[in-house]
């Protein structure tokens, strides 16, 4: 069954307030393009963002859940690799686990340029995805 499915019949199948389902609720209060935008640097929240707000999905909105989606998938990467390297040379895990404080920057970055509407791409990563990601502009 695809996530999509799953979806529709998590948010229609809920009735809550006053009969009104989570989907309405969500895209009639809490999912504009805004938001949308900000969840999209939160990890796995991305998903929340891309799966919740497609009727309201803005430009802004688009460029945001490209950035965080890059930002996640090279984090995950990143996070994969060094994982390795510190398997196989105890020694520096320390000073390599703090590489995952940049991805944190990166996303404090990105959430405030959603915040403040601002397309500007992430330092370091952004260039390279925003023209990916092109399923996003369905």
């Given at each position: ?44 929240l991305w998903l929340v ?37 510190i398997m196989l040379l ?43 990601f092109s399923f996003l502009?369905?």
């Amino acid at each position: 069954m695809p996530v999509d499915a799953l979806w529709t019949i998590l948010c229609f199948g809920f009735n809550g307030l006053y009969g009104t389902s989570l989907h309405h609720l969500l895209n009639v209060f809490i999912m504009n393009p805004k938001t949308q935008s900000i969840l999209a640097y939160l990890g796995i929240l991305w998903l929340v963002a891309y799966f919740g707000g497609r009727e309201k999905r803005d430009t802004l909105s688009r460029y945001h859940l490209r950035q965080g989606l890059g930002l996640l998938v090279v984090a995950i990467l990143v996070n994969a690799a060094l994982n390795i390297i510190i398997m196989l040379l105890p020694a520096l895990g320390t000073p390599l686990s703090l590489v995952s404080v940049v991805f944190l920057i990166l996303m404090i970055f990105g959430i405030i340029n959603a915040a403040n509407e601002v397309q500007k791409p992430l330092p370091l990563i952004g260039k390279l995805f925003e023209n990916q990601f092109s399923f996003l502009d369905r």
